[in-house]
Structure formats: structure tokens, C-alpha cells
């Protein structure tokens, strides 16, 4: 079932995400919504908040992005009570986009590695280490349980730029490709 974004100025993207118990309640049902959703909305990521649940569960797909025939280089991976251990490497630019924040894109530095401990779906413990786009993904979803949005990591200026068109997306005044939820209707 392909569930609604939640957009930008919904409170759930503000807050600080619960850890998961393994007997929440049809939480594989709402791992596989979250995949339908995430695809349906042609996302690479998905945190649980972006759904309206502030649960610590994310989900990355990067193979979908990969050139044809490199799929494996990318990860498909459902992330539960992630703890990012470090980040290290340079920081690098990259120009992101949310889908809570349509059709708002900008250049955000991160460093180039995660090393991060988390639950697969089946709740087996995992530590790894991630580089480049998929660390650059991790990154961006893993923001989204602490309630941070690529928006606040802006240079003031882009903030600044962005702030009118986060207003209007704000108050649903935008068109969007995928169902979303408002705050106002
Ligand atoms: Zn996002």
C-alpha cells in the first residue's frame, strides 16, 4: 500500500525518532509499504517519519541509480535502530533532494564514510562501513530520525533562497507527482 508523504512542516519530521521493538505490530507489513512508497515517489530513500511514523526504520535503495549492469555496487537495505559509530573521510558536496521537500534541491557537505551499527528486517545486528553515494544516502535518512532536513545544512544564502518555496510546500500550495500530506489543508 503506497502511504502519504508527510511534507515539509509536518511535526513528525521535527521530532526525534523511537527505537523499534521486533514485536511491533505488523511492522513487515509497514516495511514493505515503506518500498512501495518510496519507489512510487521514484525516491532512493525513506525514513519512517516521511510517513508519519517516528520510528527508527529507513530504507535505501541505490542500485536503482547504478549504471546498467553495475546494480551490484549499490545497496538495497532496511535500516532499524541505526547508530551512525563514525564518519570520516573529506567532506564533499553533493546537491540533494526529500521527498517531503519537493522540487527543492541543494548542494549539502558530508563526509565520504559511515560506519554504522543496525537492525536488518529480520532484527539481526549488523556493523558496516559505507562510502560515497551510499554513505551520502545513510546520511540523509539517518538525519531524518534525529528530525533534521537537508534544508537546515544549507549555506545561509541557499537557506535563504529556499526559505519562500519551503513556506508554499508548506501550506500544500505545490504540485507534487506522489500523494502527500499538509499540515494545512
Ligand atoms: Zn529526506
Known sequence: MILPVYAYGQPVLLKKAQPVSEDYPQLAEFIENMWETMYNASGVGLAAP??????RIFIVDTKQVQKEGEEEKGIKKVFINPEIIEENGKLWAYEEGC???????????????????????????????FGEMEARVIQHEYDHLEGI???????????????????KIKKGDIKSEYRMRFVAP
Open 99 to 129: 521527498l517531503s521537500i519537493p522540487d527543492i534541491r541543494g548542494d549539502v557537505m558530508r563526509k565520504e564514510f559511515v560506519f554504522i551499527k543496525y537492525l536488518d528486517e529480520n532484527f539481526e545486528e549488523h556493523t558496516e562501513m
Open 50 to 55: 516521511q510517513v508519519g511514523k517516528s520510528l
Open 149 to 167: 532536513l537537508f534544508t537546515e545544512l544549507l549555506k545561509p544564502l541557499k537557506k535563504r533562497m529556499v526559505n519562500r518555496r519551503l513556506q
